[in-house]
């Protein structure tokens, strides 16, 4: 880490900043006493029925050719909203948009999707298509996250997209590590393991563990 403060005391600083900043992701998640690694997520999918997979993955192919996603809005509407809709439909999730989140001065803003059932889920979106800063966004939201809520999930799981590809990672409240996964999950190309991946997070089996080691 620098010797040189990476953000300003006396600065405030919303999520979004947090994309904005040309420092290395471990030197800003250092300074909140987190370290980041780089591993392939050994998630448990959902391995129950998905009943609305292939409408979703028809109207998602039908409509892909004929939409200008050069807008960070059309991504939302017509690819992530989509999949969160109907993970909302096999989890019977809450989903929260845009929900406030205020832990200091340096952790504030507004979450771009927080999904919830007996666990959480946060997803946002990366800006300007732009998944390695999104990641940062991300990671600096789920360490928010951490002491926001009042639960004894053990280990916070997230992801980014840009709509089109997807990158999933977590933050160990105990070790307080961030992982970033090394795969990407293309929609559609992707979409049921995708799909499977959420509804797993969102409605473990039991004994399932989000994030052990491969």
């Not at 993970?87 to 929260?96: I, K």
């Not at 406030?100 to 001065?105: D, F, H, I, L, W």
């Not at 990672?169 to 799909?195: C, H, I, K, M, S």
Request: avoid cysteine; aromatic fraction near 8%.
């Amino acid at each position: 880490m620098p010797k040189a403060p990476i953000l300003q005391p006396d600065q405030s600083y919303m999520f979004a900043d947090y994309f904005r900043l040309n420092f290395a992701p471990r030197d800003i998640l250092a300074h909140f006493g987190v370290t980041l690694q780089k591993r392939a997520i050994a998630f448990s999918p959902h391995r129950g029925e998905l009943d609305r997979l292939d409408s979703l993955q028809q109207r998602i192919e039908e409509s892909l050719p004929r939409l200008s996603l050069t807008s960070e809005a059309a991504r939302r509407e017509f690819l992530i909203a989509p999949v969160l809709t109907d993970v909302l439909h096999y989890t019977q999730a809450l989903l929260n948009v845009e929900y406030p989140v205020a832990v200091s001065n340096q952790l504030k803003g507004s979450l771009d999707y927080f999904l919830q059932t007996d666990v959480t889920v946060l997803v946002i979106e990366a800006k300007n298509e732009d998944l390695e800063r999104g990641f940062v966004q991300l990671a600096v939201e789920l360490i928010a996250l951490d002491q926001w809520i009042e639960s004894e999930q053990g280990v916070l799981p997230g992801a980014v997209s840009t709509g089109s590809i997807w990158q999933f990672g977590q933050f160990d409240r105990q070790t307080r590590q961030v992982t970033q996964d090394l795969n990407l999950y293309r929609v559609p190309a992707d979409l049921e393991a995708l799909l499977r991946i959420l509804v797993g997070l969102l409605k473990p089996a039991p004994g399932d563990s989000v994030g052990a080691e491969p």
